[in-house]
């Protein structure tokens, strides 16, 4: 088993905030990229937020200003951390871990929902 695994998901009111997790049975931070994505019913999987091994943090328009992505090495644990949230931001979130060549995992996902 080596794919994440990601939990923090639920439902939030508009405005309000979430702070996903993300878990590898791997050392998450001899991760080339960890990423978080998210699908909306509908839609494409779009990356969200990206953090690289030597700590260097990508995010989208949609996210910039809002999330933020932090890693703890003792929890082994990558964070997402979502903020001044919006009911289009209602999506299952997916976080995927590249450790290389034909090393690409994903997770299961974790339901995000915003709404009043």
């Known amino acids: 088993q080596v794919q994440p695994v990601e939990s923090g998901g639920g439902l939030v009111q508009p405005g309000g905030s979430l702070r996903l997790s993300c878990t590898s049975p791997?050392?998450?931070?001899?991760?080339?990229?960890v990423g978080w994505h998210r699908q909306a019913p509908g839609s494409r999987r779009e990356l969200v937020a990206s953090?690289?091994?030597?700590?260097?943090?990508y995010y989208q328009d949609i996210a910039e200003g809002r999330f933020t992505v932090s890693r703890d090495r003792v929890m082994n644990t990558v964070y997402l951390q979502m903020n001044s949230l919006k009911p289009e931001d209602t999506a299952v979130y997916y976080c995927?871990?590249?450790?290389?060549?034909?090393?690409?995992?994903w997770g299961q996902g974790t339901q995000v929902t915003v709404s009043s």
């Open positions: 953090v690289t091994k030597s700590g260097n943090t």
């Open positions: 791997r050392d998450i931070f001899s991760a080339d990229t």
């Open positions: 995927n871990t590249d450790f290389g060549w034909r090393q690409t995992y």
